[in-house]
């Protein structure tokens, strides 16, 4: 089941049914499944299971669903609820220890820690504090800490208003998810080097990031990957007139079914905050959050 569940969350089949994997005795095959399910918007479900997990004696899986728990309050806008349990993921991750392709050892619990608190760190407007953390950051031989420093190296240098810098490092992640086959990690790439080209704006970058985000919409569209689906069809709008429209309904549509499955809190929390483009949920018309830099880190 596990490598099974590993296809899920890191590989080729991000769409699966893994339900039945929540009452599994393995603890790394539920945290796997959270992982999917977090991915696929269902963010309370993932919650309950990551809560539990934070206290498993498994210092490894107990850091990466302080880690996981906290990327899900990021994309719902929540920084300042993820910086706690990041620093939790950090602390508990300990000792070293590599190996796992995936991450799923220490030195992976380690790098997810301070990436998120990187992360953490952008959503407070401290992008040179993000850096030093970054600089910290050893992947210790995981292509998934190698994207996701991609991401947020990028979302810095957006941040930072360095649109040029920033196409490097994502299009480096965009390279190694592609390579292993990581689709959902591969969608995402392609959602951060599509919005820094087309942030950058250069003419032959402005084209190549709009087809990345248009092909990579309608992925996350096939697959159900509600998260990716709202922010990819905001950077369309007003650089994609003939998707517009439909790119609206569908960053609603996708905004309002990620909502419906997070907790009252979280829910609450995203309706508030300045990184979430609420102002969809109230007029349909184009974000109260501007979706170009505030989306990217997970």
């Not at 719902?76 to 508990?92: E, F, K, N, P, V």
């Not at 800490?145 to 208003?161: F, K, M, T, Y």
């Not at 309706?271 to 483009?277: K, M, T």
């Amino acid at each position: 089941m596990e490598e099974e569940l590993r296809r899920a969350a890191f590989g080729d089949s991000p769409d699966l049914d893994v339900w039945p994997a929540l009452s599994s005795p393995s603890s790394r095959v539920r945290w796997l499944a959270a992982v999917v399910l977090g991915g696929q918007g269902h963010y309370a479900a993932a919650a309950t299971v990551l809560d539990a997990l934070r206290h498993d004696p498994d210092p490894v899986i107990a850091s990466l669903a302080l880690s996981t728990r906290a990327s899900h309050h990021r994309q719902l806008g929540a920084h300042h609820l993820a910086r706690g349990l990041d620093g939790a993921a950090l602390t508990r991750a300990g000792g070293t220890g590599g190996g796992d392709s995936d991450g799923i050892d220490a030195d992976g619990a380690r790098a997810d820690a301070l990436l998120g608190l990187a992360a953490d760190s952008l959503g407070a407007g401290r992008p040179e504090e993000a850096r030093r953390l970054l600089a910290r950051v050893e992947t210790g031989g995981s292509w998934r800490a190698e994207v996701r420093r991609g991401w947020v190296s990028a979302e810095v240098e957006l941040v930072s208003g360095r649109a040029h810098a920033a196409v490097a490092p994502a299009e480096e992640a965009y390279g190694v998810a592609t390579s292993r086959k990581a689709l959902r990690h591969e969608l995402k790439s392609a959602l951060v080097l599509g919005t820094s080209l087309v942030v950058w704006g250069t003419p032959d970058g402005l084209t190549r990031g709009v087809e990345l985000v248009e092909c990579e919409l309608n992925h996350s569209v096939t697959k159900r990957l509600h998260p990716l689906i709202w922010p990819s069809a905001l950077v369309l709008v007003g650089h994609a007139p003939t998707v517009g429209a439909v790119a609206i309904d569908r960053a609603t549509e996708a905004l309002s079914c990620v909502l419906r499955r997070a907790g009252p809190v979280s829910r609450q929390v995203a309706l508030d905050s300045p990184w979430v483009p609420s102002g969809l949920l109230r007029s349909g018309e184009p974000p109260n959050a501007d979706p170009q830099k505030n989306f990217l880190t997970d």
